[in-house]
């Protein structure tokens, strides 16, 4: 037949040119498929107002300024609660204090599939960090709450001063750094000692080269490999080599330590003696590490910039520090570097003796952790402000809508861990850590982890904050930044610094 003649020219023709024929051919193909899909929408009456317009040029902002573009979508809508299509996926934006309850209560609203899906952030291995059955993320889980038993923790803690003080040695008496580089970099060895191994935590090399695999996966994450994951774009392949070297790393540290037959007093020791299979030991740390580094560099950048703002609000950290050595006879000698003083303090000292820093911690989550939870509803329809979450769709909450909203926290983008408290009656007023069915599982590592290496920066150099000519400055969180909140470049506030005269 003359047709199937022509299509099968056609097909080697396509077959015999180059990939980059292909590869705009397979766009062009893509973007009619998202086209006729967006254009054969029907909606119920009770559905979320949609967006004015769409198309894919309409949601990219959702990747690349996320908090200018839910703004724009209720302001566009004029509404509380819309949705807008990410190609076949329904993805339905809540706000306000009813739709917060339920969006943080209602059962069928599952964390890791929303995540899965509207992220793209983690390495995506099927079966060890994608695709992960319930049961092995229930161990996962349960392998963290252990590591986080007093007993690992107090542990932790001299290993995350040494590291501290390690890498606070290289910084010199003197400088300027941008606290998204150095302070990012000194979280990310603390977070990975606290849940990895020694052999990788020991090894600045391996360490290096896993913050650069990670920064890649993060980075990486463009609108095309969340949405079209198979396609393979640049981005995609990088991500993906990115995952494999990483899989790589762990899998070999893991082999080293089975091999070489000593028990050590790490992570992974308590992992492998816990019995588990591989799949559990190597998604625990891929995965968490992604999760856990990224939520604590941020926190602990923005903390020291806000102190580096506030020399009110840091001499009262400092103090408090200073108080909890004083108080204690076995730190109270001078004679021991701050480091191996700090060490003496027990862990139920850093977790209920430091309110000043508490309420710093809190402040920093609240202003500058650019979070919006992502959940899919995998349980029967669920009603939101009289609107309707269907079955499979995706439900997003912004937390700027409760930690930027001036009727709870006055003049909301100022940092004032001083600051009145939310009347109680509010539900979830503060989901800095998660809320109802979804709290944060590495918490407590985390606060012990920005209070030591708070309480070593406070005592152990002057600083403040400067801009690059050198004056001072004052940077606002940039909620656009969905990773770190990082302003853009010409905003970017430097931590300058110098040593005290007290040895780390
Ligand atoms: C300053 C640091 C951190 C902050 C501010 C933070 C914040 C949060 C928040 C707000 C959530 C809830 C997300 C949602 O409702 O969509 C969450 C969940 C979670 N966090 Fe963190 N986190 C931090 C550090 C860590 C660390 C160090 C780990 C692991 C060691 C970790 C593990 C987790 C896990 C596993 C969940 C998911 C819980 C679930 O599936 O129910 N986080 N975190």
């Known amino acids: 037949m003359p047709y199937s003649v022509g299509l099968q020219t056609a097909a080697s023709a396509f077959l015999s040119a180059g990939f980059a024929t292909q590869f705009t051919f397979g766009v062009v193909i893509f973007l009619l498929i998202v086209f006729a899909i967006s254009t054969f929408q029907t909606e119920e009456a009770d559905a979320p107002v949609p967006l004015p317009s769409y198309s894919i040029f309409t949601i990219l902002p959702f990747f690349r300024k996320r908090y200018d573009f839910l703004n724009w979508g209720f302001h566009a809508t004029g509404q509380s609660v819309f949705q807008f299509q990410l190609l076949r996926n329904k993805v339905i934006v809540v706000s306000g204090e009813s739709a917060r309850q339920t969006f943080f209560t209602a059962k069928g609203l599952d964390l890791t599939e929303g995540f899965k899906i509207l992220s793209g952030a983690i390495p995506m291995v099927r079966g060890v960090t994608s695709n992960l059955q319930p049961r092995r993320i229930a161990m996962i889980h349960k392998r963290l709450a252990a590591v986080q038993r007093n007993a690992p923790l107090n542990d932790l803690i001299p290993l995350i001063l040494d590291d501290s003080r390690r890498i606070m040695e290289t910084w010199g008496s003197a400088g300027k750094f941008d606290p998204f580089d150095n302070v990012y970099t ?43 994951p198979w396609l393979p774009t640049p981005a995609m392949i990088q991500k993906l080599w990115a995952t494999k070297e990483i899989y790589d790393i762990v899998t070999d540290a893991i082999h080293t330590r089975e091999q070489s037959g000593v028990s050590r007093n790490d992570t992974l020791q308590m992992l492998l003696d816990c019995g588990d299979e591989k799949l559990v030991v190597v998604g625990f740390i891929m995965g968490l590490l992604i999760a856990g580094a990224r939520a604590t560099g941020t926190t602990a950048s923005w903390m020291m910039t806000f102190l580096g703002c506030h020399p009110d609000w840091r001499a009262r950290a400092a103090a408090e520090v200073q108080g909890l050595l004083a108080g204690n006879p076995l730190s109270s000698s001078n004679t021991e570097s701050l480091s191996a003083r700090l060490a003496m303090l027990p862990l139920e000292v850093w977790e209920s003796e430091t309110p000043v820093l508490d309420a710093i911690i809190k402040e920093t989550t609240r202003v500058a952790q650019p979070h919006t939870a992502m959940r899919r509803n995998l349980g029967p329809p669920v009603y939101i402000d009289g609107k309707i979450i269907p079955t499979g769709a995706y439900v997003v909450y912004p937390f700027s809508d409760v930690h930027l909203d001036p009727e709870l926290y006055p003049d909301p983008w100022a940092f004032n861990p001083g600051r009145a408290e939310v009347n109680k009656e ?51 969180p940039n909620w656009n930044d969905i990773l770190l909140c990082r302003p853009p470049p010409e905003k970017t506030g430097y931590i300058s610094y110098e040593r005290s005269d007290i040895p780390l």
């Open 426 to 476: 509010v539900p979830f007023s503060y989901v800095g850590w998660g809320g109802g069915k979804t709290l944060c599982l590495g918490t407590r590592l985390a606060k012990v982890e920005l209070k030591l290496i708070a309480a070593m920066f406070l005592l152990g150099f002057r600083h403040s904050v400067v801009n690059k000519a050198g004056l001072p400055t004052m940077p606002t």
């Open 186 to 228: 000194l979280l990310f060895q603390t977070t990975l000692r606290s849940l990895s191994c020694t052999e990788i935590s020991n090894d600045p090399q391996v360490v290096s080269r896993l913050k650069t695999l990670y920064d890649k996966l993060d980075n990486g994450t463009t609108p095309a490999t969340v949405l079209v």
